[in-house]
């Protein structure tokens, strides 16, 4: 590699080298692990699924040895299944989840920003939210508060997972078939993962901070808690259109 490695950890070469041969294996946990088990949501996940799809493609830096179709697979399947334990955490423990209030990212803003994601999209929102930092690692827990109709959460859920998970490594892959953009990827991946992580930290730190700063003020003049409406999704946005 021409560039040397920034920060290592960050690095997929690094990363995948270090799972050896279960790498594949690895990548899907944390895909998995960003929405089934609410964290990863600081991990530039996009970019980690365009690495994985180009570190696949046949050539001299080729870290994954398995056929494309079936790395795409096993994490489009991955990010199917992080959806399903995300709805079922929210659908069992209920609107408790976000009991703690404006505890960092587990806050009231976080949580009425869901709601008013759902609320603008309806159903189509699981889809969407994939896309989205942060929303897609609530979406899932949100949508099970909210009792939404299991069966098309799960259908939205397996075409948002294959769109997004599936569809990025394989978009990385095809890079793979443009030398030097391929080339230029892989020789400064530390760098645009660096970029990656700062662009998805920037707005996390500074609701962070704010979110800190109401507590603060709530605590001093007396916390006012979540209405049930405001924890527990209207079970009709699921059911309307977008921007309807």
Request: net charge neutral.
């Amino acid at each position: 590699m021409v560039h040397s490695a920034l920060i290592p950890w960050l690095d997929p070469n690094y990363l995948i080298a270090g799972f050896g041969a279960y790498a594949l294996i690895g990548v899907a946990f944390i895909v998995f692990a960003e929405t089934g088990l609410l964290v990863g949501f600081l991990l530039p996940g996009d970019t980690l699924l365009v690495i994985t799809g180009l570190l696949a493609f046949p050539g001299d830096k080729q870290l994954i040895q398995v056929d494309i179709w079936w790395v795409a697979g096993a994490i489009g399947l991955a990010a199917f299944l992080g959806g399903e334990v995300g709805y079922l955490i929210g659908h069992k423990a209920g609107p408790r989840v976000f009991e703690r209030k404006e505890t960092g990212l587990f806050s009231i803003e976080n949580v009425r920003r869901t709601n008013r994601f759902f609320e603008r999209f309806g159903g189509l929102a699981v889809i969407l939210a994939r896309f989205v930092p942060i929303v897609r690692t609530f979406a899932p827990v949100a949508a099970g508060v909210g009792h939404m109709n299991y069966r098309k959460y799960s259908l939205y859920n397996m075409i948002g997972a294959l769109i997004w998970a599936a569809g990025l490594t394989v978009g990385g892959y095809l890079l793979g078939y443009i030398p030097p953009v391929a080339e230029f990827v892989s020789s400064y991946i530390d760098v645009i993962l660096l970029g990656a992580v700062v662009i998805t930290l920037i707005p996390t730190v500074i609701h962070y901070v704010q979110s800190t700063v109401k507590a603060r003020r709530a605590n001093r003049e007396g916390i006012i808690p979540l209405r049930e409406d405001e924890i527990v999704l209207d079970q009709g946005a699921f059911d309307q259109n977008p921007d309807t």
